[in-house]
């Protein structure tokens, strides 16, 4: 693993903090704005998965080539060309009117998020040392929950008064936090440089030109665990506003705000979880809670489909998120310990893209299925599928647990934090990468 060896540098993570929140805040505004005018205009299933599909595929598509890009280009440059660029093409969104343009200017701007996604989780590691790191993951988290928390509930009220223009100008506006953070984050990556004092080689031994991905049983198990329950469960994402809407009776301001509280609890899992992070020392022991946390999400979107109305899925939602939280924390934790500083670029790209990828999987499944089945089915349906793919991945996750902890080259002493070494927004933020609603 490689930090810096001097102080943290909490200014730029609070500014890499506060344009996350702002950036998030508006992705989630547009994002709900533009599902809740779909079902508004009487679309179904398969035009909110196209629209979902059309924001993803581009993180999934450009994941190799803007994984490269965030280690070997500056990040000042990537961060403030991205953030003009996804500006202009959300103003250019909120005055669109064919659905083509817009599934069109839909995708580069998921493209702009394909740049930033990783620069901004690389940066953040090399912003402070290792016993440092569970904290900045957790404000890293706070910030793109409490986004992702104002954003949908916001887009409700606006939505419902103004109609979709205005919650996609702000959108546009929140972009600006990108570039002012570009140019104020003294931190940079790429472009032939490298952070101050900070190590080459990552906890498995091999030097940063030298890494691969697939080396690492560890990160190779969490990436294909965390993939395989997003793809059972990521159909929640396209039901959720016909199962809150039509079978609850929910209005449009209820909406948004019964889907906070699944972001509420990802704020909350995230600084509870953040000291559970620097405690574990062991990657495998941090695996194995990684697996129980995403176990736990997946129980509480079962136990969703049981609830008789929209208000009494807030506390199942607040307990799924909390679990989401811990986990976002847990995974980007397991990668910054495990991968050399000038390769995150490429690794963060690699999980991203392939969270997205089972995402397009359940998109795809959710429009599909909802034209056979009721919501409350499907959402029953998603919980089920989830608990299974984590039936399966323990097996495996054990034999890469024993792995992991099989005889490597030492790592240099300067890669050993005396805390114990330690982003998590989805993000996301998933996006931070954790299952979604």
């Keep these: 693993m490689s930090f810096t060896s001097g102080p943290s540098r909490w200014f730029d993570v609070w500014l890499v903090t506060a344009s996350r929140g702002v950036s998030t805040g508006g992705d989630f505004l547009a994002a ?10 009487g679309a179904g299933g398969l035009a909110v998965s196209g629209l979902m599909l059309a924001a993803t595929l581009p993180l999934v598509a450009l994941a190799p080539l803007t994984g490269r890009l965030a280690d070997r280009v500056d990040s000042r440059l990537l961060l403030v060309a991205a953030g003009l660029g996804q500006a202009a093409v ?28 990783p620069v901004l989780s690389a940066l953040v590691p090399a912003m402070v040392r290792g016993e440092d790191l569970p904290r900045a ?7 793109g929950t409490l986004g992702a928390l104002a954003g949908p509930a916001l887009a409700g009220v606006l939505v419902g008064s103004f109609g979709t223009r205005l919650p996609l100008l702000l959108d546009a506006v929140s972009y600006l ?10 931190t940079r990556r790429g472009g032939g440089r490298r952070p101050a004092a900070v190590a080459a080689t990552g906890t498995s ?55 906070g509280a699944w972001t509420l609890g ?7 979880f953040a000291r559970v992070a620097r405690r574990l020392v062991d990657d495998g022991r941090l695996l194995v809670g990684y697996l129980a946390l995403l176990a736990g999400c997946c129980l509480m979107i079962l136990l969703s489909a049981a609830v008789p109305s929209a208000l009494l899925l807030v506390p199942v939602w607040l307990l799924g998120g909390v679990g989401n939280g811990g986990a976002n924390v847990f995974d980007n934790v397991l990668l910054a310990r495990r991968v050399p500083e000038a390769s995150r670029g490429r690794a963060y790209a690699a999980l991203t893209g392939s ?37 399966l991945v323990v097996p495996p996750v054990a034999r890469a647990v024993r792995a992991g902890r099989a005889p490597v080259d030492a790592p240099a002493p300067a ?17 931070t990468p954790a299952p979604s609603r």
């Excluded at 993951?137 to 910030?143: E, G, P, R, S, V």
């Excluded at 397009?360 to 919980?383: K, N, S, Y």
């Design 355 to 391: 969270v997205q990828g089972a995402s397009m999987i359940g998109f795809l499944l959710g429009g599909l299925l909802l034209e056979v089945a009721t919501p409350r089915l499907l959402v029953a349906g998603c919980g089920v599928a989830g608990l299974l793919v984590i039936a």
């Design 177 to 186: 936090a990108l570039v002012a953070a570009g140019l104020l984050i003294r």
């Design 205 to 259: 031994g091999a030097p940063a030109a030298d890494w691969r991905l697939r080396r690492d049983p560890l990160l190779v198990a969490m990436i294909v665990t965390i993939a395989g329950v997003i793809a059972a469960v990521g159909a929640i994402n396209v039901v959720e506003v016909f199962f809150i809407r039509e079978t609850l009776h929910s209005t449009a301001t209820l909406y948004g705000l019964v889907t």
């Design 137 to 143: 993951a957790a404000l890293n988290q706070t910030a």
């Design 90 to 117: 959300c103003l250019a969104l909120a005055y669109a009117g064919h659905p083509a343009l817009i599934i069109t200017l839909v995708a580069l701007l998921a493209a702009g998020l394909a740049v930033t996604q």
């Design 32 to 41: 709900t704005a533009l599902t809740l005018a779909l079902q508004s205009a």
């Design 415 to 431: 890669t050993a934090p005396a805390g114990g070494p330690e982003n998590a927004a989805p993000g996301a933020e998933l996006a």
């Design 266 to 272: 990802i704020l909350i899992g995230a600084w509870l």
